[in-house]
């Protein structure tokens, strides 16, 4: 936040120093350098876009042009690395060293931020601004900073995209991934195919809720568009304005049912579809033959006319093989090319186009199911279905970008309440991107360097608008700026919050949304030698919670919480952020049920998976249950593809009648509830009690709610010792479903003994 302070009788804006990412070294010393109408600006050929971009900036930004004597300069420094900076902000001087326009670029960004945001909008009208004397020395730690936008499931103008290029700009990230092609459209203009601009950039109609709502319903209403080349055009002249480089992304083989719409030669039956209405995984794939590939390779020589980006991303992921199986022809070239299966026929298609895009100077970049069948030779993976396939392609030297789902997708939902819109699922908050590695702890230091960064995702299902898409975006975007450029040792949430705060000032003046969850009220149950306890604790500094009991909305005189509230009995909390007079954010809410599993010892023969490791084992015996809708929340427990054995040992002969818990089925992203479950009671005089529950895969539910009632004959007193679990895992998702072929989620909430 900007102060005022006095100097020469006069009061001169100061601001503060909260640069996002955080910078590799930052130390502020004495005084200010005043930026004014004597303020001046020196620079050579070699650092004009920056220069330019930072006089325009000012000048444009309020009321001081650049004219003055003291001086902004320009210095090249070729020790610097191509993208690193020096700003030394001096009581008379400003110098920014680098090596390249680039580097300059980012130093501008941080001096930026230094700046009232109300340079931003044009609104500034003071004539002085004291920036604090500051000497930054600041590099990145990956090469491959980047942000992904979804243009097939909704699309978004080219006035947004140009905005969307310059908050990565700001954060000196410098990749757009524009996914352009989809089953539900093709967004790209391609002169040689006409019809996929008049047939595959439209559908017929959009669904309607959430893709896990049975039945499916339709607004019955056409949406479609394209992007013209002269607008891609334009979209890449000015992200290279910004030294953002643009990776378009042309799916293939799957995720191609538009293109199959405009021509269905190029699918396996040559029959009629539709454009996408719904969204998921379809059976139609690019069939393997000739006409398919000179379609493919004319696509591609037109794309890459517009974009002059090294690597081209291919899509490769979600490529069912139902119509490979069933096809004379692919299983003909199975056999002339000597193929083991489908899988290696995609390692083939794959191979295919990337000898043709090296041959153009290009490489490609794909989706780690490319990996399946083998790996084309110069391919670079990005690992989304967590980080297997990163560690494996890193250990076979291939380069790998990390976009992880667990962390990177920020089409999940930022935070537990229950007003937050609709989502695909998931729950990827604020701290989790920010506390993300992107270099898995499997790599030895030479096969980390195979890892080129990493970037955030956003799927656009359930984002009809350009303000949902920031909402989604920020702040998470901030944290994943963090994550790529910022060393990871120099991280601390904490300080990162504040900043973030700082930084929404500066969202405000860019007219850009952004969820604001700074405010919210983070619980835990304490279980040690003081018995049970609630923690609650919000991060922001200078604020107060205050609490109730009894499930009635907390006000400015409800009770102040200062340590740890005793839990003796079932309770609902709520709880709220406080200043001075009012309320922060929105309501913390916390029903504790002490049942009499809570606190006990709890032992699972499996990890949970690391994506999804909700609060451990001992998550499942704390009282709380989980989110209806966000299975990727702390009470929420994931495994993949695993059976699981879960012990409860109630520590003393308890009398119990029975048990609950619940699994998610949202089988839209391959959870599904499991097959069967084995009961083993211990009682009291060492006998075991046992029992089998066997599930249908026909649920509809979401979440399958899950009571059983022991088995004990009326009038008996039975007591046990210990609870065992076994979980029987789903298995492989079958044909038509979405994931078919993968290994099944199980996921898993609160055990509740009564």
Known sequence: MSIL??????????????????????????????????????????????????????EEGGNIKLVGSNLIS??????????????????????????????????????????????????????????????????????????????????????????????????????????????????????????LQEIAAFRNETLIGHYNDQPHQFDGKQYGGYYTQEEVKEVVAYAQSRFVTVIPEIELPGHSQAAIAAYPELGC???????????????????????????????????????????????????????WKHCNHCQALIKKEGLKDEHELQS?????????????????????????????????????????????AAKQHHNVVMTPTSHCYFDYYQSENDNEPI???????????????????????????????????????????????????????????EVVWSKQENKNYPDFVKRVENFHKRLDALNINYANHLYEIEGDLLSDNNGLRYQLQTLTDGKNI????????PTINSEAYTKPIPITESVSIKASVFNSDKKLGTTFSQDINLHKAVGKKITINKEPHKSYPGSGAEGLVNGISGSDSRYGDKEWLGFWGEDIEITIDLGEETEINSIETRFHNGQGQWIYAPKEIHFLFELDDDSFLSKKVFFSDQYDDKILNFDYELPIPEGMNVKIKTITLKILNYGTIPKGKQGAGNKAWTFIDEIIVN
């Open 5 to 58: 302070f006095n100097c020469k009788e006069k009061e001169i804006l100061t601001t503060d120093v909260l640069v996002i990412p955080q910078p590799l070294e930052q130390t502020i010393n004495k005084g200010s350098f005043i930026l004014n109408a004597s303020t001046g600006i020196q620079y050579d050929d070699v650092f004009k876009i920056s220069a330019e971009f930072l006089k325009s900036y000012i």
């Open 74 to 195: 320009f210095i090249k420094d070729d020790t610097l690395a191509d993208e690193g900076y020096s700003l030394e902000i001096l009581p008379n001087t400003i110098k920014i060293k680098a090596k390249t326009d680039q580097g300059a670029f980012y130093a501008i960004q941080s001096l930026r931020q230094l700046l009232p945001p109300e340079f931003e909008n044009g609104t500034f009208q003071e004539n002085d601004i004291a920036i604090p004397c500051t000497t930054i020395k600041d590099e990145p730690q990956f090469s491959y900073r980047g942000m992904h936008l979804d243009v097939g499931r909704h699309m978004f103008s080219v006035d947004f995209i140009k905005k969307y290029i310059d908050a990565l700009a700001l954060l000196k990230m410098n990749t757009f991934h524009w996914h352009l092609t989809e089953d539900q459209g093709w967004r790209i203009e391609i002169k040689k195919y006409p019809k």
């Open 269 to 323: 039956t040559g029959e009629q579809v539709n454009v996408a209405t719904k969204w998921g995984v379809f059976e139609e794939i690019y069939c393997p033959k000739e006409e398919t590939f000179a379609f493919l390779e004319d696509v591609l020589d037109e794309v890459l006319a517009l974009f002059p980006s090294e690597f081209i991303h291919i899509g490769g992921d979600e490529a069912p093989k139902t119509r």
């Open 348 to 392: 083939y298609f794959i191979s295919r186009i990337e000898t043709y895009l090296n041959s153009k100077g290009r490489q490609i970049i794909g989706w780690d199911e490319i990996l399946e069948g083998g790996l084309a030779p110069n391919a670079t993976v990005m690992s989304w279905r967590g980080i297997s396939g990163a560690i494996e």
């Open 423 to 481: 989502a695909i699922g998931g729950y990827l908050p604020l701290e989790k991107v920010y506390n993300f590695n992107p270099i898995p702890d499997e790599l030895t230091k030479e096969e980390a360097k195979y890892v080129l960064g990493a970037q955030g995702n956003i799927w656009t299902e359930y984002m009809k608008t350009s303000e949902q898409v920031e909402y989604m975006a920020f702040p998470r975007i901030l944290a994943m700026s």
């Open 546 to 553: 205050r609490f109730t009991l009894d499930g009635s909305e």
